[in-house]
């Protein structure tokens, strides 16, 4: 089993920046896949950038690509957020998630999830 706990989120102006954490503990991740989800009220849950864990190959939805990075901790089985120019559209729930395999951007390619983290960009 695989926990996963995500902090950081909270409330910024437009424009701004924060960093997301997704601390893991349990089964060694040296195999795992991790990847950011973000769910806004009224809509589906969406893919937001993915990272492979032993190499480090990073994949993001294209809405965030030059103004979010994910990477990752090894020693502190951490995977991060950093989000940067934030805009009024990135108001989320934002979710960690991981698997055992080589994961993707599909909700069914991640089998463990974190419970979440309130992000609100004000406008």
């Known amino acids: 089993q695989v926990q996963l706990v995500e902090s950081g989120g909270g409330l910024v102006q437009a424009g701004g920046s924060l960093r997301l954490s997704c601390a893991a503990s349990?089964?060694?991740?040296?195999?795992?896949?991790m990847g950011w989800f973000r769910q806004a009220p009224g809509k589906e849950r969406e893919f937001v950038a993915r990272?492979?864990?032993?190499?480090?190959?990073?994949y993001y939805r294209d809405s965030v690509k030059g103004r979010f990075t994910i990477f990752r901790d090894n020693a502190k089985n951490t995977v991060y957020l950093q989000m940067n120019s934030l805009k009024p559209e990135d108001t989320a729930v934002y979710y960690c998630?991981?698997?055992?395999?080589?994961?993707?951007?599909?909700?069914?390619?991640?089998?463990?999830w974190g419970r979440g983290t309130q992000v609100t960009v004000s406008s």
């Open positions: 998630a991981a698997t055992h395999t080589i994961g993707g951007t599909s909700l069914y390619d991640y089998d463990y």
């Open positions: 349990g089964r060694t991740f040296s195999s795992y896949a």
């Open positions: 990272i492979k864990w032993s190499s480090g190959w990073t």
